[in-house]
């Protein structure tokens, strides 16, 4: 049974926070290197990607946390793998390496739990993030003509990218935390120019950010103009994820799920982060507010962002087995 065939049946769950795991392990610089690394003239610590490289071990035993708690879908260590954030480490040369790292290890913890339950297979999503530069803003505000990225540059990283999680084995790319529509375009155009190269499709997941009560995304779209904008994609879901809790996520699903002609999928923090940038909503504070979302059917796949344990994820699992996947309105489709 294929990915598309279950969300019909029942709710998937996504698994939780990747950093908030990898904190607990109180890492030194010497965790982010290995033979090959030992002599880089630059700092690596932090650069949580790597890992997959470097500490494999690691990796491994938060994706089976998760799929212990009841998470169905993993998704990748490669949020920030591409050659545009991975030049703040300089490690350009290493992207290829490090989503097919991440895609593979996340593979081999999936099929192990496949194997033990065959009827509960597990999946892995590629994880894409949004890079550390805007295609359609400048960080200059004495300059807004500027750019520091262009259209190209950012669609030839994803591409790398994709490659490298594709060749590792991702079941579906996750184009996630999307605070630029223009960059998830490129990273659109990427992954369509890659299905039309290796004569290979897998399902998309796109999910956006919003940032603040506006409603709307860094670069300025609402909910439902950020919809629009990538619905000629043949994606399978589209959802939001961190920047707000899930209470203040619910509007903007609320819109996703009366417009919206693809599955819908959230993934919302933990709450919001404290003054010390931590993240104090417990997982029985979190279930009761996801427990609304999946009430009014908003929602095909539920998970967590910033914050979220597998403690997060076990309640949320428990209360996704008790509703049924939101629909899909055969008049939204055809408008």
């Known amino acids: 049974m294929n990915i598309k065939e279950i969300l019909n049946e029942r709710i998937l769950v996504l698994d939780g926070a990747m950093g908030t795991m990898i904190q607990q392990y109180k890492l030194e610089e010497n965790d982010f290197r290995n033979e090959k690394l030992k002599d880089h003239p630059y700092p690596l610590k932090g650069n949580n990607d790597l890992l997959s490289i470097t500490r494999p071990d690691i990796i491994k035993e938060i994706h089976r946390k998760y799929f212990e708690a009841g998470a169905d879908i993993a998704e990748t260590n490669t949020f920030g793998s591409t050659s545009v954030a991975?030049?703040?480490?300089?490690?350009?040369?290493?992207?290829?390496?490090?989503?097919?790292?991440?895609?593979?290890?996340?593979?081999?913890?999936?099929?192990?739990?496949?194997?033990?339950?065959?009827?509960?297979?597990?999946?892995?999503?590629?994880?894409?993030?949004?890079?550390t530069k805007l295609a359609s803003m400048s960080p200059d505000v004495n300059n807004p003509g500027y750019r520091a990225i262009t259209f190209d540059q950012l669609k030839n990283a994803f591409k790398e990218q994709a490659q490298g999680l594709m060749d590792g084995g991702v079941d579906m790319f996750l184009i996630e935390t999307i605070t630029d529509t223009l960059n998830a375009k490129a990273a659109l155009f990427a992954v369509q120019e890659l299905f039309d190269e290796t004569r290979k499709q897998i399902p998309i997941m796109i999910s956006g950010t919003i940032t603040d009560a506006s409603g709307r995304i860094l670069s300025g779209q609402t909910t439902e103009a950020f919809l629009i904008s990538v619905s000629h994609a043949p994606l399978m879901s589209i959802g939001l994820n961190c920047a707000l809790g899930?209470?203040?996520?619910?509007?903007?699903?609320?819109?996703?799920?009366?417009?919206?002609?693809?599955?819908?999928?959230?993934?919302p923090n933990a709450g919001l982060p404290n003054e010390f940038g931590q993240y104090d909503q417990t997982p029985e504070e979190m279930a009761l507010q996801i427990k609304e979302f999946l009430e009014e059917g908003l929602v095909n796949i539920i998970g967590g962002c910033c914050g979220t344990t597998p403690r997060h994820i076990e309640l949320i699992a428990k209360l996704a087995k008790e509703y049924k996947p939101r629909k899909i309105e055969q008049e939204i489709i055809e408008s």
């Open 86 to 131: 991975q030049a703040d480490y300089h490690l350009e040369p290493f992207v290829y390496d490090i989503n097919y790292a991440g895609a593979r290890i996340a593979k081999e913890i999936a099929e192990e739990f496949t194997k033990k339950e065959p009827h509960k297979p597990r999946f892995v999503a590629g994880s894409m993030g949004p890079t």
């Open 246 to 267: 899930a209470s203040a996520l619910r509007p903007y699903l609320q819109v996703l799920n009366e417009k919206a002609p693809f599955y819908t999928s959230a993934h």
